[in-house]
């Protein structure tokens, strides 16, 4: 509504009061009238009542227009004025005084002025007729002069209440217009008002609903202060179990905990001081004291005066993205088995450890657990596990906390001792000690599932800080020495000589080597005879041999070893098998139906396919079962007894014949003899070398070896077995085991290993019976021994 709409509301209303206010008055005021005025009072009488009339009906005729209406009023105002000039007298025209006022302010100031005019006319009309006297000092009544001047007066002090009334109304107009306007901006200021309360309760709703954590704290401009909190929202609560009211008020540092990094703390802590935004990932810690990880941005906020004066906090939680990120790490780094450094992290650890200016003396030891293949491959992996996990935490225990232990893989694990001192005699005394103790530590064995299991480990060391070395140096320098100590037997520590890289180079080389020779067909089978009391072959061993394309052999002694750590020992095996049942027929169509014995490394043994391949052999070629006998040595039963003889007594549900090699020198346990399905025992050669030896016509031998040999053959006698003694190569020994039970013999005495065609040519050379008195009978000479039985 506009200010004219308000100026025509207020007159009308106006209007509307005028009018209840003159009909009251002209009612209250007609009969004091009536008594006063006398003889007139019937004139008076009658304009009274028509005035009072006129202004009853405008009151209630609301239906006529405003303007009508008014000039009506003014109509009645100016002849009611008029007649009571007449009747009463020229000092009425006060009454006509109210129509220019009335019509200033319920119409215009033009209209007040035509009222204005009228009313002087109509005074002056009076006044010059004479019909209403005004009696003023020193003038005479009626006469133009007279008329005149009353009407002067008349016009003079309408016009002066005219303007004044005029000028009031124009103020109370702009009254209104300012009080519209005023109203418009307080209408506006309260819908504006409204809309930042929505905004706001939108905004406070929001914040609450985040699913991020929100704090807003008041600033405290001093160093070092805590910064009050004012505000969390729901999400705030949930996360930290903390609710409004507990920190409102508080500091952002009840969230903190032990393991909050007290560096990224003091970052923090200086940005606020400096009043700039801040963003951090922080751990944090919920009023349960669970530990939660959030990332977060702190921002200053300003006034409009530009004084910061509120900190505002968005947080998220990146607990899972942690947990997700240290897995991540742990794979990487860490070792998921045994939880230990991997070789990454082990690299990584040595890289800084070289980087180091005069950080002394240190050592990496490298350490191999003798024999753990044969625990994984016969009680399971999960078995393997275990003692790996233990090997592992016993090798933790006996180290610095400075110092590292690392698994590379498998079997194989490496400790890095960070210092040794500054002396290189000490420090090599000090990492020998504690490999010994490591190495003791292993041979204790492990209980695994109600199970012993007995280890040992091979350890190589190097020292660091010595010689000017890579990491890649260090660990085949470790490597190199651990190897040296397994070549030696195992169960042993090495410390790195210069010389056993170039012996480690050759053994490599010798690998490569070995895997062409099977490829080029370098490798083939020698068969050397076994013989019985009489002298004649009961059978034959085979054995490998290697002849190089240049014509220079490798001893088995060598090449053998590396077969078995390299796993080329299986595929050797499977050679060996099929070359003994092709050996085998070929004797036999020429008419020597002999058993031959073939060599089973424990790691052929123990393959999980060595059962079929072996049915599958003899179903391919066709050979007798029991023509052929599997040497094992007794380095088989170490461990895993039960499952050793069970597969024993598979091969020989199938007619294999078994034997056990080197007979006296492992660690099987007798008691397990009579569980075995054996055939045979072979003594091995170092009790036969004891027996006996020639010394021109007197025959000396140590008595312990004589005595092992006897009660041996003695023993196979009672378990019913058959006995082979290895080895024989003088007539002394022979003539000492024909006299104690005439075991089959094999030996350089009686025959060479050879290759199969100069064997067949041998036995079809041999075709008479030769006894073993006739043999012994010949002499002493060995020589004419090994022509009597050719």
Known sequence: MNSFENLARWRAQLFDKILAITLALGLLAAAPSLYLLGDNFQEVLALDGISLSWVAALLLAKRISFRVRVIQFLAMNIAFGCGLMITVGASSQVYLLAGPIMATLLLSTRMALLTTAIGSAAVFIICYSGIGAVKLQGIAQ???????????????????????????????????????????????????????????????AALSGLSDMVVIARIVDRPDADQPIIYVNDAFERRTGYSRAEVMGGSWRMLLGPNSDSVELARIGAAINRGVAVSSELEYYTKSGAA???????????????????????????????KSETHIHNLAFYDVLTGLPNRRLLMERLEARLAKANAGIGALMFIDLDNFKVVNDVRGHATGDDLLTDAAARLCRLVGPHDTVARLGGDEFVVLLATLGHDEQQATATALALAETIRHAVAEGFAIDGHGYQSSASIGITLMGVRTNTVQDLLSEADTAMYHAKAGGRNRVALFETTMRAEMACRLTLQEDLAAALHNGELGMHLQLQVNAEGKPVGAEL?????????????PDLFIP?????????????????????????????????????????????????????????????????????????GLFVDSHDSVIGRMHELAALGIRMSIDDFGTGYSSLAYLKRMPLFELKIDRSFIA???????????????????????????????????????????????????????????????????????????????????????????????VANALA
């Open 690 to 784: 004891d027996t006996a030896t020639d010394d021109g016509s007197k025959h000396h031998g140590n008595a312990n070896g004589r005595a092992i040999v006897q009660s041996i053959i003695a023993m196979a006698g009672h378990l019913g077995l058959q006995v082979v003694a290895e080895g024989v190569e003088t007539a002394a020994q022979a003539r000492f085991l024909a006299a104690n039970g005439a075991p089959a013999m094999q030996g350089y005495l009686f025959a060479r290993p050879l290759p199969l065609e100069q064997v067949l040519a041998h036995l079809e050379q041999t075709q008479r019976s030769t006894r073993l008195d006739d043999v012994l009978a010949v002499g002493t000479n060995d020589n004419a």
């Open 292 to 322: 939660y990880w959030i990332e977060f941005e702190l921002k200053p906020f300003a006034d409009a005066g530009g004084i910061q004066t509120h900190w505002v906090g968005i947080a998220h939680d990146i607990t899972e993205r942690k």
């Open 142 to 204: 009626g006469g133009m002069g007279y008329a005149v001047l009353i009407t002067i007066t008349y016009g003079l002090l309408a016009t002066g209440m005219t303007l004044s009334c005029s000028f009031l109304l124009k103020r109370l107009a702009d009254a209104f217009v300012e009080l519209h306007a005023t109203a418009n901006s307080l209408q506006q200021g309260k819908l504006e008002l409204y809309e930042v309360n929505a905004e706001l309760s939108l905004a406070a």
């Open 562 to 634: 590396v077969a078995e750590e390299n796993g080329l020992i299986v595929t050797l095996g499977q050679f060996a098998l099929r070359h003994a049942c092709a050996a085998w027929h070929c004797l036999n169509d020429a008419g020597h139906r002999l058993p031959l014995s073939v060599n089973v490394s424990p790691t052929q043994f123990r393959h999980p396919d060595f059962i079929d391949q072996v049915k599958t052999l003899l179903h391919d070629t066709a050979t007798p079962a029991d023509q052929l006998i599997f040497e094992v040595t007794e």
């Open 543 to 555: 054995l490998m041999r290697w002849r190089r394309a240049d014509g220079s052999s490798v001893p």
